[in-house]
């Protein structure tokens, strides 16, 4: 297990250099000039070529990613083109904010999607398997965006329970967790309710209830433990989509997260800033991805890895 925790400690590393490659190609091919938004109305092209050698804009492609690439390897992100603030400042305020968040949001993904999913699974064909399927239909069908406006809508101006926005404490984070998380818990309880259909009518699943077992025994011991290859590999896949989601739903709730401020600097054609938020959420995708293939062993003895 240690070795192949090594091999794919490895491989993390080797696709995150690939990233970087990815990721200043599409920066750089993207429309716009970040030169033009340090300029100000009628400065001179002189001016503008100086902007340009001040932040090495006007070297090459090649020679600006070796450079970037080599103050990256060192563990500097750089400086804010506009504000020059130094990016490992802003980045582990805003990476921790996202973290808090994706991590509020897996926690309702993991523990309403499975608890749901088995309750629905367990009493099939019921009213409450039938609405919570309904109702996970639903959850999926609605963008995030539009479900943090209406929660918004509802719990901040409406009740006003909880505020609309910001940052500062958990009741800041409650809202965009359920706006982020509420999607993915619905494709979680749908995959878990099949997983677990098919674990119950199995023939050791009988045998368990023959022995005299408790159904809580029978339920979660044998009958979830074998249900969740499945369920871990939709949580696997689901993480990209928390993370990919994470850049609208701060912005509708102006959550000063990693998506907040690539939204921001995208806007801003800030390049160091978009590099270094691309580059640490696929780092944080790959280490999420690493952790769930590692949980797929302690959730089935008998997978092997070489």
Do not use: C
Not at 33 to 60: C, F, N, T, W
Not at 111 to 120: H, P, R
Not at 136 to 152: E, K, N, Q, V, Y
Request: glycine share 8%; no cysteine; proline share 4%.
């Amino acid at each position: 297990m240690s070795n192949y925790i090594l091999k794919r400690i490895s491989q993390i590393f080797l696709m995150a250099f690939f990233a970087t490659i990815v990721i200043f190609a599409l920066i750089h091919l993207a429309p716009g000039d970040p030169v033009a938004a340090l300029s100000s109305p009628g400065m001179s092209e002189e001016d503008r070529l100086g902007i340009a050698r001040k932040y090495g804009l006007d070297q090459p492609l090649y020679v600006q990613y070796v450079r970037w690439l080599g103050t990256t390897l060192q563990g500097d992100l750089g400086r804010s083109l506009l504000t020059n603030q130094p990016i490992n400042e802003l980045i582990s305020t805003r990476f921790g904010n996202t973290l808090q968040l994706v991590a509020l949001a897996m926690v309702l993904n993991i523990v309403v999607g499975i608890v749901t999913g088995v309750i629905a699974a367990t009493r099939r064909g019921s009213i409450f398997d039938l609405s919570s399927m309904t109702l996970a239909i639903l959850s999926f069908s609605i963008p995030p965006f539009f479900l943090g406006i209406i929660l918004i809508l509802v719990f901040a101006v409406g009740l006003k329970w909880l505020p609309a926005g910001g940052a500062g404490s958990f009741h800041h984070l409650i809202l965009p967790a359920i706006a982020l998380g509420l999607a993915t818990a619905a494709l979680t309880a749908r995959m878990t309710r099949s997983a677990m259909l098919e674990v119950l009518g199995s023939d050791y699943i009988r045998s368990a209830r023959a022995k005299g077992l408790s159904e809580s025994r029978v339920l979660f011991r044998h009958g979830l433990k074998n249900a969740m290859i499945p369920v871990l590999t939709i949580i696997g896949q689901t993480t990209g989509a928390l993370l990919a989601g994470a850049v609208i739903t701060e912005t509708v709730f102006a959550y000063p997260g990693m998506g907040f401020t690539l939204v921001k600097s995208l806007s801003e054609r800030d390049y160091p800033v978009i590099q270094a938020a691309l580059l640490v959420t696929s780092f944080l995708y790959l280490t999420i991805n690493l952790l769930i293939d590692i949980a797929y062993l302690y959730a089935d003895p008998r997978i092997r890895y070489g």
